[in-house]
């Protein structure tokens, strides 16, 4: 009997390929044999195996092909079609404040961590802080010419002129020249900050990396001076020779006055050992803590991310020179005799005052914009 169906000859009531019930299947007519249809156009019957226990070739429709860990091209969320990120833009840093290596933000995109860099430098404390340490320098080079071409060399807090000639007065030449070079660069890179943060441009990191180049330069300088320093110290110590490491007052070689000073180091050497240590190592710390906080700042600007390694210690420490340097100028001003007062003319007079005034409200101010600027990145972190 030919199943109806699948067109395959069988037997029984039912077709053991496709499950078709067979009863009352009839021979085509003319007596002709029905050629079975090719595999591929014969169709189970629905559900056939499923309800006569028969087996049925199950037909399955190909899948389609899946593509795994592919990246959704717009991201998650609204997106505007014709907006182009920059070149090396990460949205998601800017959104989340989540910061991808390798991806930094766009220079030109103002992050907060930013706007509150620029805001520090374009303060008003940051300005007075500049000015006051410009006209101080000023004032100071100043001060240093009249010097030599009035006096040579003269000590202002005692009035006492040491007139110099030669070699030695063509190293005071040099040393002011030098110390003019720096001044006016370090003033240069001062007020560069300043420009950039008062525009409307991306900020710049030329000026913070001219500043890191000459505090490297002076904690070098520093360390190398702690060594020669501490060296001399031990070497006069363990020779009983700390006489030689006192100066004359005044310019005039009293001798009780350098016995005296002889047997008080002799007495209390290692107490005044540890106190300058103790000095030298704070030094250090600040140009290191100053280098540290540069570099911070540089971060932010190259990366758009807040950074909280601005170091507060540099704000303590410009508040304690600020300290130190009234206290000192007011002891050595006190201890003036009344007949100098009378032999100073008014303009030496305000140029050897109005210098340390001036640095004093400089370092004051910096300090000041140094605890600012960290707790403003401080706000911005999680």
């Given amino acids: 009997m030919i199943c109806p169906n699948c067109g395959r000859e069988s037997e029984g009531k039912f077709c053991p390929y496709c499950g078709t019930a067979l009863t009352g299947a009839q021979e085509p007519a003319g ?6 249809a090719p595999d591929a156009l014969r169709q189970p019957a629905p559900n056939a195996g499923q309800s006569s226990g028969a087996y049925a070739e199950p037909s399955q429709a190909p899948e389609p092909a899946r593509t795994y860990g592919a990246v959704p091209p ?10 182009v990120p920059r070149q090396g833009y990460n949205p998601g840093a800017v959104q989340t404040g989540a910061y991808i290596p390798g991806q930094p933000v766009d ?6 961590a930013r706007t509150a860099l620029r805001r520090s430098g374009a303060s008003g404390v940051f ?8 006209l101080g320098m000023v004032l100071s080079l100043t001060q240093s010419v009249m010097s030599l071409v009035r006096y040579g060399s003269a000590n202002l807090s005692t009035g006492v002129n040491i007139h110099i000639t030669g070699a030695a007065r063509t190293g005071e030449i040099i040393s002011l020249i030098l110390t003019a070079m720096v001044m006016l660069t370090m003033v240069g890179a001062l007020w560069s900050i300043r420009g950039n943060a008062r525009s409307g441009n991306p900020l710049k990191t030329g000026g913070l990396t001219c500043l890191k180049v000459f505090v490297v330069i002076a904690l070098v300088l520093v360390c190398l001076a702690a060594v020669i320093v501490t060296a001399g110290l031990l070497i006069a110590y363990s020779r009983s020779d700390l006489g ?3 100066i004359s007052v005044n310019g005039i070689a009293d001798e009780a006055v350098i016995r005296k000073l002889e047997r008080a180091l002799q007495e209390y ?5 540890a106190v300058m240590a103790l000095i030298m190592a704070l030094v250090i710390l600040y140009f290191a803590k100053l280098v540290q906080s540069l570099n911070a700042a540089k971060r932010i600007i190259r990366s758009g991310m807040p950074d909280k390694r601005i170091s507060a210690f540099v704000g303590v420490m410009c508040f304690l020179a600020a300290a130190g340097l009234l206290i000192g100028n007011a002891v050595n001003l006190a ?3 009344s007949y100098v007062w009378a032999a100073l003319d008014a303009s ?3 140029l050897s005052v109005l210098p340390a005034l001036l640095n004093l409200a400089a370092l004051f101010c910096f300090g000041m914009t140094v605890f600012k600027a960290l707790g403003d990145q401080k706000a911005l972190l999680p």
């Fill in 244 to 246: 030689s490491l006192s």
């Fill in 127 to 134: 300005l007075t802080a500049i000015l006051s340490y410009t």
């Fill in 269 to 273: 050497f290692w107490v005044f050992f």
């Fill in 31 to 36: 007596g002709e044999t029905a050629v079975p």
């Fill in 74 to 83: 717009q991201g998650y969320g609204p997106v505007n079609p014709g907006y």
């Fill in 107 to 112: 220079p030109a995109v103002e992050t907060p």
């Fill in 335 to 337: 201890q003036i005799p």
């Fill in 348 to 350: 030496f007079y305000l």
